[in-house]
């Protein structure tokens, strides 16, 4: 067993890289389904003991209470940034349970249950530091390690590699995990277009449900193939910066 962290930025921030294809509200309203497509996973998965929602959002105890979660205020934690906050959220659950911890970004709609237990089986046999890469395999998108024995958290710019790096330094074995689920995270309009892709293959969900039951996914399919080159591609800019 395990518990669950899950930092959650101000939704009415949230996105601001999409805001050439989607409005603010937009871009709240996918954040807030996605959300709920990683809080359904957790919520309901029998290896994860306890899930923690870290959000001054004006939603946050709302969604926490619908799924039976724990909610913290950033604001209370006495840090800023999402280094510290993550770390100091960890120092706290360790005092609560000794359980090993899963920290991970809340824009993974395409999460599974498959994708958290291949994580929980991958740390009960390799031990040290699991870390679930973006899909340019340069960003973080979930950690899990033991409580007793935190990474030094370095959320940003190369993370994957950082964090591969600082483990080392301090005796943790790490493990790259590559799983679709927890590689494809939403924040520009590459990933976008790769995500009405997983809906179009089936992919179901609170963020497949906004995407496709409303006039907004054709108005983003549309948007998309504005923003194509010839050759019918969105431009990808590269790692994103988790």
Request: net charge negative; charged share 20%.
């Amino acid at each position: 067993m395990a518990q669950a962290l899950v930092p959650l930025k101000d939704m009415v921030e949230a996105k601001s890289r999409l805001s050439g294809v989607l409005s603010p509200a937009e871009r709240r309203s996918l954040a807030q389904a996605m959300v709920e497509d990683v809080l359904t996973v957790l919520a309901g998965h029998p290896g994860i003991s306890a899930v923690t929602l870290v959000s001054d959002d004006p939603a946050a105890g709302m969604l926490a209470a619908k799924y039976g979660i724990n909610h913290w205020l950033e604001s209370a934690l006495g840090c800023r940034g999402l280094n510290p906050v993550i770390a100091r959220s960890c120092q706290l659950l360790a005092l609560e349970s000794k359980q090993p911890i899963v920290v991970l970004h809340a824009d993974l709609p395409c999460l599974a249950a498959s994708d958290i237990t291949a994580v929980l089986d991958s740390l009960a046999r390799h031990g040290g530091l699991i870390i679930g890469c973006d899909r340019h395999e340069t960003g973080t998108n979930l950690l899990a390690f033991g409580a007793e024995r935190p990474p030094q958290f370095s959320f940003g710019v190369e993370s994957c590699a950082r964090h591969c790096a600082v483990a080392k330094v301090v005796g943790l074995s790490p493990l790259v995990l590559h799983r679709p689920g927890i590689a494809l995270d939403i924040d520009e309009a590459p990933d976008l277009a790769l995500l009405m892709d997983k809906i179009d293959a089936g992919r179901e969900g609170f963020s497949a449900a906004l995407l496709s039951e409303s006039s907004l996914g054709s108005r983003i399919r549309a948007q998309l193939a504005s923003l194509a080159p010839a050759d019918g591609k969105i431009l990808d800019t590269g790692a994103i910066n988790k």
